[in-house]
């Protein structure tokens, strides 16, 4: 599966999440910001930055890349996000998990280990699947 179709079953999971959670989810034109979704309840906007963790067999986890790529033949970035770029990260993981985490309770800037004890308190479904073939 290519980087862009697993970024788009995240979306997915993140768009049924947000709606089944009681928001109204509106989706921002183009892709030239740091967030993917913008979330409302109660007259409050929030934005949402969504990501697939892929799974490593080396490392028996799910990890996540928090940057923005892109570029051409000749040229690539990589840009990390600020503090401020958005109000939550959605995670849709390789073994069929969620997560929803407030960005301001992320301290890693670079790769995020998803499946760390500490973040399980953001689960926000577990559908139990086998990993999906990153190949």
């Not at 490392?59 to 892109?70: A, D, E």
């Amino acid at each position: 599966m290519r980087p862009k179709e697993k970024g788009d079953i995240a979306l997915a999971y993140a768009i049924q999440h947000y709606l089944l959670s009681g928001y109204e989810v509106c989706l921002p034109v183009g892709d030239k910001r740091d967030y993917d979704l913008v979330i409302e309840r109660d007259n409050v906007l929030e934005r949402v930055q969504v990501k697939y963790a892929g799974f490593y067999p080396a490392k028996n986890k799910c990890l996540v890349g928090l940057r923005i790529t892109g570029g051409n033949q000749s040229y690539h970035y990589a840009k990390k996000y600020t503090d401020t770029a958005f109000d939550y990260l959605f995670v849709y993981t390789a073994r069929g998990r969620s997560y929803s985490l407030p960005w301001s309770e992320v301290k890693a800037r670079s790769e995020l280990s998803i499946e760390n004890v500490k973040y399980n308190k953001y689960l926000t479904s577990s559908w139990d699947t086998q990993v999906v073939n990153e190949g």
